[in-house]
């Protein structure tokens, strides 16, 4: 990914929270967001979110990305919606992944990328 692409630090910062917030409002479980700079150069942030339903995650990935469009923000990949089990919606600067609970503690991202700190979110 070339530097052009990507957005200032500051907005990816304030993006990435945006997301994590709008899951939060959606009534999405567990919400974290994790720091990876410095950790790996793929993307700056993950924002992960734990839905109830395969319909939930579709509804809480649905309207996080209508939330950060009316904001300028077009996701540049978007998988797994259809199913609702794992959604991803990838901005370049932060990834967010909206979960089923069985498929958060198969994978376990937040174990895998244990490096990485975690930012504080409030309601």
């Known amino acids: 990914m070339s530097a052009s692409l990507r957005q ?3 907005a990816s910062t304030r993006q990435a929270r945006r997301a994590a917030e709008s899951c939060m409002a959606n009534k999405a479980g567990d919400v974290v967001l994790i720091d990876l700079r410095g950790v790996t150069d793929m993307t700056d942030y993950f924002v992960i979110a734990t839905g109830t339903s395969d319909t939930h995650v579709r509804s809480v990935a649905e309207n996080m990305m209508k939330e950060l469009d009316a904001t300028g ?6 998988e797994g919606l259809g199913a609702g089990r794992w959604v991803v919606i990838d901005y370049l600067d932060f990834v967010v992944h909206v979960f089923h609970p069985s ?8 174990r895998l990328w244990g490096d990485a700190p ?3 979110l409030t309601r």
């Open 8 to 10: 200032p630090d500051i």
């Open 73 to 78: 923000m077009t996701s540049v990949a978007v």
């Open 103 to 110: 498929l958060r503690e198969y994978y376990q991202l937040e």
């Open 118 to 120: 975690a930012l504080a």
